[in-house]
């Protein structure tokens, strides 16, 4: 089995920008989708951005043209360059790997954006 790590969360002024990286180490089956989820304090889990082994993305309609999914094959981790940041970006966002109907988590970075 394997894990995901996450990291680049913070605070950042609204306007700004993170970069966000999930790591994947051990035995992660493949080919992969992979993705961010994010909940905010008082909402549901809910799906950010998407991206498949082959490199096909999916946006949540909030962050389309903000946000950009990325993914390093060779080195197991995808990225997330969330830009124009919004206080309503605020929340713990996830990183998940998907494989048929099987996935993993990881266990979350908090970003901040402040007005």
């Known amino acids: 089995q394997g894990s995901l790590v996450e990291s680049g969360g913070g605070l950042v002024q609204a306007g700004g920008s993170l970069r966000l990286s999930c790591a994947a180490s051990g035995s992660i089956l493949r080919p992969n989708t992979m993705g961010w989820y994010r909940q905010a304090p008082g909402k549901q889990r809910e799906l950010v951005a998407d991206i498949t082994e082959g490199g096909s993305t999916n946006y949540a309609d909030s962050v389309k043209g903000r946000f950009t999914i990325s993914r390093d094959n060779f080195r197991n981790t995808v990225y997330l360059q969330m830009n124009s940041l919004k206080p309503e970006d605020t929340a713990t966002y996830y990183c998940?790997?998907?494989?048929?109907?099987?996935?993993?988590w990881g266990q979350g970075t908090l970003v901040t954006v402040s007005s």
């Open positions: 998940t790997s998907g494989w048929r109907n099987l996935a993993i």
